[in-house]
């Protein structure tokens, strides 16, 4: 029996170079930018290397778009540890009294049970505070630059299928970290929602030149708030 051969680790880091590079272009010029040659030049690599550890210039633009996606997740992933060590010290904090007054009278809720309850969550972070949290969430990491890089590519992402293709197979890592968060802030709404808002909220401040995290933050509040009593908090 023949043992495959492993891919060797200076060829995997190459390989890893040319979809960072290619990334990196996608984010900055777009997808329409993207040759062999651009890519070899920005990963510094030989112009063979391209070819080499990808089929057509379609499957690199295909790596290149799953590796943009699972940045989002990963970034989002991020924020909902942050926010659930932030929530989890708050809440226990503010539970502890009740907890020992449970525990005397021999009940058995352990600090999960408390932190589950209905509407705990809102009594330690306030409405502008879990928009911030989701806002965060669904922006890249990254400062104004980045934000504007990100939703520039992303608009015309859907001019290359391939792209386009990569990117809604990704979304749902994305999709899954804002709906943990969605869940943990007592939200009453689902993240292709929060995500749309954001979106939206985004691509009207780009345009307008404002800030996009404030104006994102302001419509998610907003949304919210038409949806009341059902947020608690608001």
Known sequence: ??????????????????????????????????????????????LAATTYYFASLDDLVGAAGTRLAERWAV??????????????????????????????????????EVLGRPGSVAAVLSLERRCAVLVDAVLPAGGPLAVRGHYEHLVSAGRDDTLAGAYAAGRAGLDEAVTQIVDLLDIPVGPEIVVA?????????????????????????RTLLALQPAVAGA
Do not use: C, K, N, Y
């Open 1 to 46: 029996m023949t043992t495959p051969l492993r891919r060797q680790p200076r060829g995997a880091a190459r390989r890893d170079a040319i979809v960072e590079a290619a990334a990196a272009l996608v984010v900055e010029a777009g997808p329409s930018t993207l040759t062999h040659r651009t890519i070899a030049q920005r990963a510094d690599v030989p």
């Open 75 to 112: 970034h989002a992933d991020a924020v909902l540890a942050a926010v659930t060590a932030e929530v989890t010290a708050d809440l226990t904090a503010e539970v502890t009294a009740d907890l020992t007054a449970e525990v005397t009278a021999g009940a058995t809720a352990g600090v999960a």
């Open 197 to 221: 808002v954001v979106d939206g909220a985004a691509v009207s401040a780009l345009s307008e030149g404002g800030d996009v995290r404030v104006h994102a933050e302001l419509l998610l509040r």
